[in-house]
Structure formats: structure tokens, C-alpha cells
């Protein structure tokens, strides 16, 4: 019996063992949707994934492509695929991609997913509805639940193209002995400034220019939102030489990413010297019994191109933090 079971299993775990990386752009959704449908579900779906960063043109997190239903053998390997079916008005292609996907996954629910069915790291989400209001209330209902799977999909391949262009393995070895943090830092990578009696430390690597910049500050400081937007600045200004943060389009929030609830804090720089700037992040970290906080931060210089991709790879970066407890109680 366990020999038999060996050979049923052994065909599955090959094949998802050897499933291919997505094709195109990371931040890309196909949707496949019929001419029928489009009218009425195309404001519904630039609503859903209307959500920009700053950079300082507005650029979306997620850049939509329509397709016809029939094309949907041309791009099953890309990174985020989105199945749309309207019942009321009746079509033959839409609905009959939808029915297939459910029929092989035996879906019950009018909205599912399915993770990594062609690629890796890849997100697939059919929604159905009744007609276009129905359509429009389910894609309501589930808005947190579908840009969550895009979310973390999108993550997890932006960490996989990271990890496949190799590690800094020294960088993050002195990441966790100044920092007591285990975190993924690409090789290419070298430190900029490193001044361990400030507890800070300036990464950085070449075009399009990247930096990563690690500070120990009072926990305190940043209790309040917009009291933490101010002190930060002061923090960047103080020990980032060479650039100014801007006073426009900052942001104290928490994000909820990874399985983890984060404090960031968003805005512009700007670089004299090179009469440039960017966007910046800055994750605002409880370390584990201490009255200190960690501040990770990426900055991206990339003028006159799209830079959201790049902060969101030094975003993806900072989220692979895990603290060393060995290297905690060190400290």
C-alpha cells in the first residue's frame, strides 16, 4: 500500500517541484474577460486596484492587461491572472472559462483562488457574479481578501528574483551582530557609512541607486504618527548626508504584511547633489524586550523612470527581518 501510494504521489511532486517561474513583468494582472462583460466590470476592477505610491509621479502597485478569454493559453504563465464572468449578459467565452476552472477545481463559491497553477509564485482568482451589480457587491465584499493574494504573491516572487541574484552573506552577517537581526541583502550591495557608537548603518548599491539605512532610536519618539514623521526626518537629515526630506506626501500608517503588522512611514527625498530624489520607507520595528526601536529604510534614485518595483524590492528586503535572540541578548 505505502509503495502504491510512493507511485500515485511521486507524478504531483515532480510537477510542482518543476513548475516555472511567471513570465512579464512582477506587478502584472491578466484579465480575462469577454467584450460582453468588459463594459461592466472595468470600472469595478481600476476601483479595486486603484491603490498608488508616490515616487514622486503616482504609480500603481498593480498594472492591469485585458484579454480575451480565448487568449488565455498566451499568458497562463504571467504573474497574476484574473478570471472575470458576468452571467447577465450571457456570453460563451467568459462564463466558459470560469465553469472550466470551477468544474476542475470542484469551486462551489462564486469567488476563488487557486496558488501556483502554471508558475511559481503565481495567483489566480476567478470572480463570478449574477449581473453587473452582483458583480460589483462580491468584488466589494472581498477586497481585502484579493489584493491580499496579490499581495503576497507579488512578495514572494519579488523575494525570489532578490534571492536568485545572490546574497550579501558578509553584509548580513554584520546586519546581525550590530542589529541582532537575520534579514536578506543581495550581493550587490556594499556599505556606504557605518557608525556603530550612533547605532546606524548606510547600504547601498549601483544604478538604478538603491540604499538601505538601519538606525536604533528611544522607542518613545515614535509613539505618536505624525510626531514620528517629524523626528524621522530630523533622524535622516541628521545622519543621511547629502539628502533633504521633503515636507509633501509623508505618511505615518500600518500596513499589514507577510502575516505581520508594520508601521511605515512614506515620503520623498531629495538628492542636491544630483538635482534628483525619490520615495522612501522607513519600517518602525519593536525590538523584543527593549525600550529601542529599529528603523529600516530604503531609498530609490532611478530619475525619469518607474520606481515602484525597486522600493518594492527593498520593501520585500526589510520584511525578511527576524530577530536573533542570541544576538538580542548581546546587545
Aim: aromatic share 10%; hydrophobic share 40%.
Amino acid at each position: 500500500m505505502q509503495k502504491r501510494l510512493i507511485i500515485i504521489l511521486l507524478p504531483l511532486i515532480l510537477a510542482c517541484g518543476y513548475l516555472p517561474e511567471t513570465t512579464g513583468e512582477l506587478n502584472v494582472v491578466h484579465i480575462f474577460c469577454s467584450i460582453q462583460d468588459k463594459p461592466y466590470a472595468e470600472a469595478t476592477l481600476d476601483s479595486l486596484f486603484s491603490d498608488r505610491i508616490i515616487t514622486p509621479k503616482p504609480e500603481k502597485i498593480f498594472k492591469l492587461k485585458w484579454h480575451r478569454p480565448v487568449e488565455f493559453e498566451n499568458f497562463k504563465k504571467g504573474p497574476g491572472l484574473l478570471v472575470i464572468s458576468i452571467k447577465r449578459p450571457e456570453d460563451s467565452t467568459g462564463d466558459k472559462l470560469f465553469e472550466r476552472f470551477r468544474k476542475s477545481t470542484k469551486k462551489a463559491a462564486p469567488v476563488f483562488s487557486i496558488n501556483n497553477i502554471y508558475a511559481k509564485n503565481q495567483s489566480f482568482i476567478a470572480i463570478q457574479g449574477e449581473d453587473a451589480i452582483d458583480f460589483e457587491i462580491k468584488v466589494s465584499q472581498n477586497r481585502e481578501w484579493i489584493l491580499k493574494e496579490m499581495s503576497n504573491a507579488l512578495d514572494k516572487r519579488i523575494l525570489s528574483y532578490v534571492r536568485s541574484k545572490g546574497l550579501n552573506k558578509p553584509l548580513m552577517q554584520q546586519v546581525r551582530r550590530e542589529f541582532g537581526i537575520n534579514m536578506t541583502i543581495q550581493k550587490d550591495f556594499m556599505v556606504i557609512e557605518s557608525d556603530s557608537s550612533r547605532q546606524f548603518l548606510w547600504l547601498g548599491r549601483g544604478f538604478p541607486y538603491r540604499w538601505l539605512i538601519y538606525h536604533i532610536q528611544p522607542a518613545d519618539k515614535f509613539l505618536n504618527p505624525e510626531v514620528s514623521k517629524v523626528v524621522l526626518k530630523q533622524i535622516l537629515d541628521d545622519t543621511v548626508s547629502g539628502i533633504t526630506v521633503e515636507d509633501i506626501y509623508q505618511s505615518a500608517t500600518v500596513e499589514h504584511r507577510d502575516g505581520r503588522t508594520i508601521r511605515v512611514i512614506r515620503g520623498l527625498y531629495f538628492h542636491p547633489e544630483s538635482n534628483s530624489g525619490g520615495p522612501f520607507f522607513t519600517f518602525v520595528v519593536n525590538i523584543p524586550e527593549s525600550t529601542n526601536v529599529l528603523l529600516i529604510s530604503g531609498f530609490v534614485n532611478f530619475p525619469g523612470y518607474e520606481k515602484m518595483l525597486l522600493l518594492r524590492q527593498l520593501e520585500v528586503m526589510a520584511l525578511t527581518y527576524q530577530f536573533d535572540r542570541d544576538s538580542g541578548e548581546r546587545r
